[in-house]
RNA sequence: GCAGGAGUGGCGGAAUUGGCAGACGCGCUGGUCUUAGGAGCCAGUACCGAAAGGUGUAGGGGUUCGAGUCCCCUCUCCUGCACCA
């Protein structure tokens, strides 16, 4: 379809029929181009832009995309073409997974981003099913969640059919997008088929603990057999430790710390052992309340003090939620990045967010003069630790320590710098430390509790606010530093956390820039115990690098590394201090007070204690309610469903768990359902899942860093360790494509003026701009006219407008920018828009072609033409132009050929996915100046193409004659004698500049190419009459005389 | 502040292990074909210079016959974390 408007049969084009009326939005040239004025868009031509993507007026395409993507991809959904081989039927070829971050299909459809993200894996998957690979590409749905059940609420429709309905309109965009999925692998996550496994997991974490000598989860009934055997035994505050009789120690009596054997238990102590240890354990612990969402958050959910979904406040308050047990994985979820090809940033992140520091716990004895009557040890106990698990242990242990001595009431620190203690000047406790009651002074508890309820009064947020500016209050005790005896004052700050570490700390305020603002504030003695190996001690700050201990008694002399060590060894004699490990990472807070999510397989009794549902009763569904609002209060909406929560089981009512699970909990394993998707017995045969894991390529968005990347490892170890995989990781290799950004916005600036003039703008006011400077500015960014440093002449100004006045007016300041897509800020590119103007191969070429991968990019709509032209062109080249059978292989073009196969195989596999298509543009290019192109070369042309264009290609490898999709086709080969040229081009420098280019024969000697080069007449006048001190033959790259 | 990444024409971006800086695309300029062009085709397009030639990869220094690439210092931007002891 070539040529005038009036060829077009109105009514139609190709198989395709009108529908819909013409669109009344004029296309974007137009309205760049200010021309909507004096031109009116024919009804006709709307019409045809609909149906063939073909604007006649504005450009007249070669072929009729809509029709040609819509055909194929019927075809391709017809005959399944991109099915992947069950292992038993896929022989021996090799097999490759390649995942998709699968979308959540939120009300505003398809994005760019996710265009993007999605095109990067088909051109990898429909390559690689070219190489002969078995290829598993699936993608589904992340369907529960919270956007979805918000939209419900506001528009009052139930989030099943509001989720239906984007779910329908997320595939149609995708399939229109031509991408090549695995369609009969489709899963949903709030599919009933799909809740069963993601609960059944559940209770594989629920039914597991964690034996930390091993370092991996094992079923609760190897526990209690471990404890009925006394291998293990139960500390006083819950925990299970190794029996030391069983270890040959002897077990001290009396001792408050003493262990006790299991049968000493009664059942409900047992029960609650039991439950302390399992990876999925509910507890009561300060969590992150949002009442704007009804719902508690994951830490990972909340950013500066605000939920990530919607940005509103989150407070703390003690709840009794579901946690996941992720910190018993803490060293394994480093170690193990290790193994991984991720981007170096993203594991640093992980890194981070788990946050270990390794150092030690020092203990300060309070000095007992300075308390009010003495106190016990019973908080300095707790606090080192994780609030207690079980409240009925925890009571024990408080009577057991109100029996026991009074005197030596200690505070305990943790540090990674023990070698800094003879620095330590003064104390500092989190203002809610427990033993802030007990030490504070009559002269000192008025300011004391004033100070402490102002920071409760603050929010996360305020109290992160100023960081700078650092408060705190004395509390009248002093501690006894067990390096020197010094005394040293206590106090209570902000900037010390209850949540990290012991909730106090030794503050050293020469090493440890925060102490030194806080000891420069309240006037306390900064001594510097550590100094630089090499260069001078910094002034006005502290020195927190690592150095050689000075003014350190015991360890003057020692590097920080060694003097580290003897601290630790020196105090630990005196049962002062021992190695500890620190993790900012906390467990999981699993459980949220929202309808739209999975249902806990849990049954409670009365006492609140919880008991897994029989696997043959999973799924637990959801109850089909009419008020699935939150309630406002931490009561989830499921408690309004009488007829579904009350459970007898023999004989027993039981209440089902309200909570629901997270949006995390469906993207925690959804990777290895695809492998299985329709198996009702388990949730993956072991045999897929050994033939297909891990996942050879995940490519998705960075903003899941923290939160899905590190939840999903978490659950894979999990059935790792139970024996339900076979892989340690689950994500081998994984990209993170860069975010999309709008459309560049120029802004002019004029000095004090705020007049900001965008490009959009400018084209407005068109030619009557010339009286303002700050317009043109914007003209010249916009249209890329460069005007620099010159003075103004009339011819100029004639010639070239007003740009020159701009440029030579200083005070005018041009900034070009862009901005994350937004609906607020009206810069958002729309797929439907884009595929119904460009078609879908020219938006894949483009989202390819903008840059790597893996960086961040500005849109550029305006760009999308060139991918328009180049696909015309090929059309041209392969479907219109005569096929000439004969092959010359004498021909350039037969080697530049081969140089491509090779080159666009290599881009691809490296995913330089911009870089090979401007191969495959230079490769076309050069067929355009010919009559005729021969059938090999359109072969091998239209087979590249394919992962990246794919309708065309289909289209095209048809009319050269295939029956076949071109799908599994064979990638071209190159041969690597066709590589080899008869002869080469060599620049030859002197001195390291290039003055000619010698032609040689590619098979030249050095001598004879360094003696070509001496002579030629444009190196001569730089070489003549001077020494040559070296000539370097550099093979196929260059000629280097260097003369003096 | 800490960590990671980046800085190349008017714009997006190319440049194997150090070896012709600016591939390819957009935009722009000119030509051609056209009733028309906002389609196609051809040519040009880093900067200064009439030319010869010179200068150029954020800035400064270094290593080298040769540096966008390696080393040191400085600046700017992005992303993440952020009072984590």
Redesign the pocket.
């Given at each position: 379809m070539q040529g005038?408007l009036s060829d077009v049969p109105i009514g139609e084009a190709g198989s395709v029929v009108v529908e819909e009326e013409p669109s009344p939005r004029p296309?974007p040239?137009?309205q760049e181009?200010g021309?909507e004025q004096d031109?009116r868009l024919p009804v006709m031509t709307c019409a045809l832009t609909r149906l063939g993507g073909v604007?006649?007026?504005?450009?007249?395409?070669a072929y009729n995309f809509t029709a040609i993507e819509k055909k194929w991809q019927q075809h391709w959904r017809e005959n399944r073409s991109f099915r992947a081989l069950d292992p038993r039927d896929a022989g021996q070829m090799p097999k490759s997974y390649v995942l998709d971050m699968f979308p959540y299909p939120s009300g505003a459809g398809l994005h760019v981003g996710h265009v993007e993200n999605y095109t990067a894996t088909d051109i990898i998957s429909r390559y690689q099913r070219m190489k002969g690979f078995n290829v598993l590409h699936p993608t589904g749905w992340d369907a529960f969640g919270l956007p979805a059940e918000q939209y419900a609420i506001k528009n009052n429709r139930h989030p099943r059919e509001f989720t239906a309905a984007n779910i329908d309109n997320f595939r149609r965009q995708i399939q229109m997008m031509g991408m090549s999925y695995d369609w009969d692998r489709e899963i949903d996550t709030t599919d009933p088929n799909y809740t069963k496994w993601t609960q059944w997991i559940f209770l594989q974490l629920f039914n597991s603990y964690f034996d930390k000598t091993d370092g991996q989860a094992k079923p609760i009934a190897h526990l209690l057999n471990e404890l009925a055997n006394e291998n293990l035994v139960v500390a006083p505050d819950g925990e299970v430790v190794i029996n030391p009789v069983q270890e040959g120690m002897e077990r001290i009596s009396g001792d408050l710390r003493v262990e006790r054997l299991w049968r000493e238990l009664d059942p409900d102590e047992q029960r609650g052992v039991i439950d302390g240890q399992r990876l999925a354990y509910m507890d009561e612990v300060p969590v992150n309340w949002c009442p704007a969402l009804g719902t508690v958050l994951a830490n990972e959910e909340v950013?500066?003090g605000r939920s990530e979904v919607g940005g509103f406040p989150v407070e703390r308050r003690p709840m009794r939620q579901w946690m996941l047990r992720i910190t018993a994985y803490a060293d394994r979820l480093i170690d193990d990045l290790d193994m991984l090809h991720w981007?170096?940033?993203l594991k640093?992140?992980q890194r981070?967010?788990i946050?270990k520091?390794t150092?030690a716990q020092v203990e300060f004895e309070i000095d007992p003069a300075t308390i009010p009557g003495g106190g016990v040890d019973q908080f300095a106990q707790g606090s080192e630790r994780q609030p207690e698990r079980d409240p009925a242990l925890a009571t024990q242990v408080t009577t057991a320590a109100d029996d026991g001595d009074d005197d030596d009431l200690t505070l305990t620190?943790?540090?990674?710098?023990p070698d800094t203690l003879y620095g330590a000047t003064y104390m500092?406790l989190?203002p809610e430390h427990p033993l802030v009651d007990r030490i504070t002074t009559p002269t000192h508890r008025e300011t004391i509790e004033a100070y402490r309820k102002q920071v409760a009064a603050q929010s996360e947020r305020d109290?992160?606010a100023?960081?700078k500016e650092?408060?705190g209050v004395f509390t009248g005790a002093y501690a006894i530093n067990p390096i020197n005896d010094e005394r040293i004052p206590i106090y209570i700050a902000?900037?010390?956390?209850?949540?990290?570490?012991?909730?106090?700390?030794?503050a050293?305020p020469a090493h440890?820039?925060?102490?030194y603002?806080f000891a420069k504030k309240f006037d306390l003695p900064i001594r510097y115990v550590v100094k630089p190996v090499s260069g001078e001690m910094p002034q006005d700050r502290a020195f927190e690098s690592e150095g050689v201990a000075i003014n350190s008694a015991l360890f003057d002399g020692l590097p920080t590394a060694e003097a580290k060590e003897k601290a630790i060894d020196v105090l630990s004699r005196e049962g002062n201090a021992r190695r500890s490990v620190?993790y900012?990472l906390r467990d999981w807070l699993f459980s949220r007070q929202r309808y739209w999510g999975e249902p806990f397989p849990i049954l409670l009794d009365e006492e609140g204690n919880a008991y897994a549902v029989d696997e043959s009763e999973l799924p637990v569904t959801l109850p089909q309610i009419s008020d699935y609002k939150p309630t406002g209060t931490p009561e989830p909406p499921l408690s309004k469903a009488s007829d579904w929560l009350k459970v007898t089981r023999d004989g027993k009512t039981y209440t089902r768990e309200t909570n629901t699970m997270p949006q995390w909990a469906g993207s925690c394993w959804y990777y290895l359902r695809f492998l299985d998707p329709k198996n009702s017995d388990r949730f993956v045969s072991a045999e897929k899942e050994q033939y297909w894991m891990p996942v050879d390529l995940y490519v998705g968005g960075?903003?899941h860093?923290?939160l899905h990347l590190l939840y999903a490892r978490f659950w894979h170890k999990v059935l790792y360790d139970l024996g339900h995989v076979t892989t340690p990781e689950p994500f081998l290799r994984l990209v993170n494509q860069g975010?999309i950004l709008g459309e560049?916005e120029y802004h002019a600036f004029e000095t004090d003026d705020q007049l900001m003039v965008t490009a959009a703008d400018l084209t407005e006011v068109g030619e009557e701009a010339q009286e303002s400077g700050v317009q043109m500015v914007a003209k010249v960014?916009a249209?890329?006219?460069?005007v620099?440093g010159?003075r103004l002449s009339e011819e100029d100004v004639e010639k070239r407008g007003a740009e020159y006045v701009l440029k030579s007016n200083p005070s005018i300041r041009v900034d070009?920018r862009s901005f994350?897509m937004s609906k607020s800020r009206g810069n958002v590119a729309n797929p439907d828009d884009l595929v119904r103007d460009y078609g879908a191969d020219a938006l894949r070429l483009y989202v390819m072609?903008?840059?790597?991968l893996e960086?961040?990019?500005?849109w550029?709509t305006?760009?999308i033409?060139?991918?328009?032209?180049?696909l015309?062109?090929v059309w041209?080249n392969v479907a219109e132009k005569p096929t000439g059978e004969e092959k010359q292989l004498n021909e350039p073009v037969h080697n530049q050929l081969h140089r491509t196969i090779k080159k666009v195989a290599?881009d691809v596999e490296t995913l330089?996915f911009?870089?090979a298509?401007?191969e495959l543009?230079?490769l076309n290019?050069e067929l355009?100046?010919r009559e005729s192109v021969p059938r090999y070369l359109k072969e091998a042309l239209v087979l590249m193409l394919a992962p990246f264009a794919p309708h065309m290609a289909e289209e095209l490898w048809q009319m050269l004659g295939h029956q076949q999709s071109l799908a599994r086709e064979a990638w071209p080969r190159y041969e690597a004698a066709a590589l080899v040229e008869a002869s080469m081009?060599?620049?030859v420098?002197v001195?390291?500049?290039?003055?000619d280019?010698i032609i040689v024969a590619s098979d030249a000697t050095e001598q004879t190419i360094l003696s070509t080069a001496e002579k030629s007449t444009?190196v001569q006048?730089w070489i003549n009459g001077k020494e040559i001190k070296?000539r370097?033959y550099?093979p196929k790259?260059?000629v280097?005389f260097?003369v003096v």
């Open positions: 005038k296309l040239e137009y181009r021309r031109w604007d006649m007026m504005a450009r007249v395409m950013i500066d981007p170096e940033s640093e992140m981070n967010w946050g520091s150092g620190v943790f540090t990674t710098r500092v989190a109290r992160m100023d960081t650092k408060t902000d900037y010390v956390l209850m949540g990290y570490g012991t909730g106090a700390i030794m050293v440890d820039q925060r102490d603002d620190n900012k960075v903003e860093a923290v975010l560049m960014a249209t890329g006219q460069k620099r010159r070009a994350k072609y903008m840059g790597p960086m961040q990019k500005p550029n305006r760009d033409v060139g991918m328009t032209r180049f015309n062109s041209r290599e330089r911009n870089v298509i401007a543009i230079k290019n355009t100046g081009e060599l620049p420098q001195n390291g500049k290039v003055r280019r444009a006048p070296k370097l550099v790259k260059l280097n260097v």
